[in-house]
């Protein structure tokens, strides 16, 4: 099956539950990405700054791209002008920088607050106390060109769908908890990206409203 022919039979998929798509696209050419474009692909999903503004550059303006990859301050200012959504914020030095760089473009950012919920040491993101301490900071309250949308997790690489099921199960509640404690009033609090290729189905029995398909759709690299 090709690029527009997979894209296709995932989006049905994702809409009848209700789940959106983020196409991972890193290591994709354009042209490539043109392809799932066309067959009405418009999230796409970026790990590394550099290659994502040479892609923004040459593709498309109406696309909505979205970082996914870890994100250092320093080079926030690169994609500011025009990212849709940052899914690795997992600290509050990060969304300071983000919320300075949004609003010399008067411009408010999308971003989802990372969490740890794999047992690798190797994954970034927030433990549960240093999430609340976040959100309970004076500092987070005066961000103003910030939007927390949501939390973001990525699942321990293993064949173990139990241990898998049970991670996913464990940032819903978080989720759900955050929601009633922080957002109760806020209706853009409504993200839950969890789940990539290998684990997706998972991760949308668990409660994911976004997932992040790179292989399933453009094949493996």
Same mark, same amino acid.
């Given at each position: 099956?090709?690029?527009?022919?997979? @894209? /296709?039979?995932?989006?049905?998929?994702?809409?009848?539950?209700?789940?959106?798509?983020?196409?991972? %696209?890193? #290591?994709?050419?354009?042209?490539?990405?043109?392809?799932?474009?066309?067959?009405?692909?418009?999230?796409?999903?970026?790990?590394?700054?550099?290659?994502?503004?040479?892609?923004?550059?040459?593709?498309? /303006?109406?696309?909505?791209?979205?970082?996914?990859?870890?994100?250092?301050?320093?080079?926030?200012?690169?994609?500011?002008?025009?990212?849709?959504? @940052?899914?690795?914020?997992?600290?509050?030095?990060?969304?300071?920088?983000?919320?300075?760089?949004?609003?010399?473009?008067?411009?408010?950012?999308?971003?989802?607050?990372?969490?740890?919920?794999?047992?690798?040491?190797?994954?970034?993101?927030?433990?549960?106390?240093?999430?609340?301490?976040?959100?309970?900071? #004076?500092?987070?309250?005066?961000?103003?060109? !910030?939007? !927390? /949308?949501?939390?973001?997790?990525?699942?321990?690489? #293993?064949?173990?769908?139990?241990?898998?099921?049970?991670?996913?199960?464990?940032?819903?509640?978080?989720?759900?908890?955050? /929601?009633? %404690?922080?957002?109760?009033?806020?209706?853009?609090?409504? #993200?839950?990206?969890?789940?990539?290729?290998?684990?997706?189905?998972?991760?949308?029995?668990?409660?994911?409203?976004?997932?992040?398909?790179?292989?399933? @759709?453009?094949?493996?690299?």
């Amino acid at each position: 099956m090709d690029i527009a022919d997979q @894209i /296709k039979t995932i989006q049905e998929e994702l809409k009848r539950l209700d789940v959106a798509l983020v196409a991972v %696209s890193k #290591t994709k050419t354009p042209e490539e990405i043109l392809t799932a474009y066309h067959a009405g692909q418009r999230a796409f999903g970026e790990n590394m700054v550099q290659e994502l503004v040479a892609k923004y550059d040459v593709l498309p /303006k109406d696309i909505e791209w979205h970082l996914i990859g870890h994100l250092q301050s320093n080079k926030v200012k690169y994609v500011a002008p025009f990212i849709t959504l @940052i899914h690795s914020v997992d600290s509050l030095k990060l969304l300071k920088e983000i919320n300075k760089q949004a609003q010399k473009y008067n411009r408010t950012i999308g971003c989802l607050l990372q969490v740890h919920i794999a047992t690798e040491d190797t994954k970034f993101g927030l433990d549960h106390v240093e999430l609340i301490e976040l959100l309970r900071s #004076t500092e987070f309250a005066q961000l103003t060109h !910030i939007r !927390i /949308k949501g939390l973001m997790g990525i699942a321990t690489n #293993t064949p173990n769908q139990k241990e898998i099921k049970e991670e996913f199960h464990e940032l819903k509640s978080l989720f759900d908890g955050i /929601k009633v %404690s922080f957002f109760k009033d806020d209706a853009h609090f409504d #993200t839950l990206s969890m789940g990539m290729s290998a684990d997706y189905k998972l991760a949308i029995e668990q409660g994911s409203t976004m997932v992040r398909l790179g292989s399933t @759709i453009f094949g493996n690299r």
